[in-house]
C-alpha cells in the first residue's frame, strides 16, 4: 500500500531535550517536506526536500534541522525543542515539488 | 513571508446548499491547489490548477486559478454531510525555491 508513515504519532517531552520524529515514504517520491499545523494559522512548510541530499528552508526553518541521506526517509530533528514547537507535525511527499503531495497521519508533539 | 488570504474562516451551510470559498494573495503563483482535511488524518489533494484562467472541476467540486495569478476560488455544488471538513487552498512559490505557503483553512459544517 502506497504510503507515508510517521513515528511516534504522539510525543509529550521537556524543553532541551533533544528529539527525531521520522517520516518514510515508499512511492519512490523525489520532494519530500515537513509541515507544522497550528490553530488559525493552517499548515506552514518547515523544510522541503527536492531529492537525495538536496534540502532548503521553507516559511518557518527556525529550530528546525532536515536530512535526506535516503530517497524514502525525511527526519525532522529538533535540537533543544521549547514549548512553541507544540504543534501537529505532517510529512508530505510527491513526485516532484508540482506533483500532488500524499501526506502521513501526523505527528501530535507537546513541549512542556 | 507570503500568505494567503483564505475565507470564510467558516461556514455552516444545510445540505444540499452549494459553498464557495477563495484564496488571494498579494503575490502571484504558478501553482494552485485545494486540500480537504477530516478530522485526525492529513489533507488530501482536491484539485490542482497550472494555468492562469484554468478552470478545473473534480465531481461536485470546481476550482478556477484566477487570471491574475494572485486568487482562486473553490465551489462545492449540492453540499452533502460528507463534505464536512476544513479546507485549504495552498500556492506553490517557485522563484528560486519551491515551497509551498498554506492559507489558513475554511471549516465547513453541513446542517443535515
Known amino acids: 500500500e502506497a504510503q507515508v508513515t510517521q513515528n511516534p504519532r504522539y510525543l509529550i517531552t521537556v524543553t532541551g531535550k533533544k528529539l527525531t520524529v521520522t517520516c518514510s515514504q515508499n512511492m519512490n517520491h523525489e520532494y519530500m517536506s515537513w509541515y507544522r499545523q497550528d490553530p488559525g494559522l493552517g499548515l506552514r512548510q518547515i523544510y522541503y526536500s527536492m531529492n537525495v541530499e538536496v534540502t532548503d528552508k521553507g516559511d518557518v526553518p527556525e529550530g528546525y534541522k532536515v536530512s535526506r541521506k535516503e530517497k524514502r526517509n525525511f527526519p525532522l530533528i529538533l535540537e533543544s525543542p521549547s514549548p512553541n514547537q507544540t504543534s501537529l507535525y505532517f510529512c508530505?511527499?510527491?513526485?516532484?515539488?508540482?506533483?500532488?503531495?500524499?501526506f502521513g497521519p501526523g505527528t501530535r508533539l507537546t513541549v512542556t | 513571508g507570503q500568505q494567503l488570504n483564505q475565507s470564510p474562516q467558516s461556514m455552516f451551510i444545510q445540505e444540499g446548499e452549494d459553498v464557495s470559498m477563495n484564496c488571494t494573495s498579494s503575490s502571484i503563483f504558478n501553482t494552485w491547489l485545494w486540500y480537504k482535511q477530516d478530522p485526525g488524518e492529513g489533507p488530501v489533494l482536491l484539485i490542482a490548477?497550472?494555468?492562469?484562467?484554468e478552470l478545473t472541476s473534480n465531481g461536485r467540486l470546481t476550482a478556477q486559478f484566477g487570471i491574475t495569478r494572485k486568487d482562486s476560488f473553490l465551489n462545492i455544488s449540492a453540499s452533502i454531510p460528507s463534505d464536512v471538513g476544513i479546507y485549504f487552498c495552498a500556492g506553490l512559490v517557485t522563484s528560486g525555491t519551491y515551497k509551498y505557503i498554506f492559507g489558513t483553512g475554511t471549516r465547513l459544517k453541513v446542517l443535515a
Open positions: 490548477l497550472y494555468k492562469a484562467g
Open positions: 508530505a511527499s510527491s513526485f516532484g515539488a508540482f506533483g500532488e503531495q500524499y
